[in-house]
């Protein structure tokens, strides 16, 4: 039977968008697959870890989009993962990605797919393609709502599609997705349901916020 590894690359601690993401496209090849589940920490995988995602047929990479790049947690060990692959690899493993961003674009994702894609090459695996999301922190604050309902639709859609690739091994077109949702709504929320409220809890103003500058 196939075998599947799906890799969390979330820093978050419990529940993260990337991780439902990865809940939802797992239900829709588990029956026919066997899946094996990868969260990343602060830690590096231990060796066995690497060797049997060396082992499997297939990768799904997904992770946050962290300043137009991939998280250095998820950097670290794609550098550990390449080495296993180059020594142990006996067959061919095709990797799909799943990236999201808070900003609402989903296009801005497309630094991080060429950076996969240029480790796929250096490490002997297939590139496969993958989803790119925008607005990701909406993905959390929908979780109540089914996937394909709502913004994300387009997404739900996306993932059936994803799901059949990567159950046939072949490549999937990328596609960057946005919500179905309206821009300046959602920009309007970011900031007045989500950000004040966030800094108002660690003890800062509007005033605190304008005024702070990275030096």
């Keep these: 039977m196939m075998k599947v590894s799906l890799i969390n690359g979330s820093q978050k601690h419990g529940e993260s968008n990337s991780g439902i993401i990865l809940d939802a496209l797992n239900k829709l090849i588990k029956n026919d697959c066997e899946v094996k589940h990868y969260r990343l920490s602060m830690k590096l995988f231990p060796e066995e870890t690497y060797n049997e995602i060396a082992s499997g047929d297939a990768i799904v990479f997904a992770f946050p989009l962290y300043y137009h790049s991939v998280p250095s947690t998820m950097l670290k060990m794609l550098m550990e993962l390449e080495k296993v692959l180059k020594e142990r690899r006996t067959k061919e493993i095709i990797a799909y990605i799943l990236v999201n961003c808070g900003l ?112």
């Design 104 to 215: 609402f674009e989903g296009k801005l994702n497309y630094i991080a797919f060429e950076m996969i894609k240029h480790w796929c090459e250096r490490s002997g695996t297939t590139f496969g393609g993958g989803i790119g999301q925008g607005a990701g922190e909406m993905i959390g604050a929908t979780k109540s709502m089914p996937l394909n309902y709502g913004p994300f639709n387009n997404l739900s859609r996306a993932l059936k599609l994803l799901a059949n690739k990567i159950l046939t091994r072949k490549p999937f077109d990328t596609v960057y997705l946005n919500p179905y949702f309206p821009r300046f709504l959602w920009a309007f929320m970011a900031v007045h349901v989500s950000w004040h409220p966030m800094a108002r809890k660690n003890g800062l103003t509007k005033k605190d916020i304008k005024s702070t500058s990275f030096k």
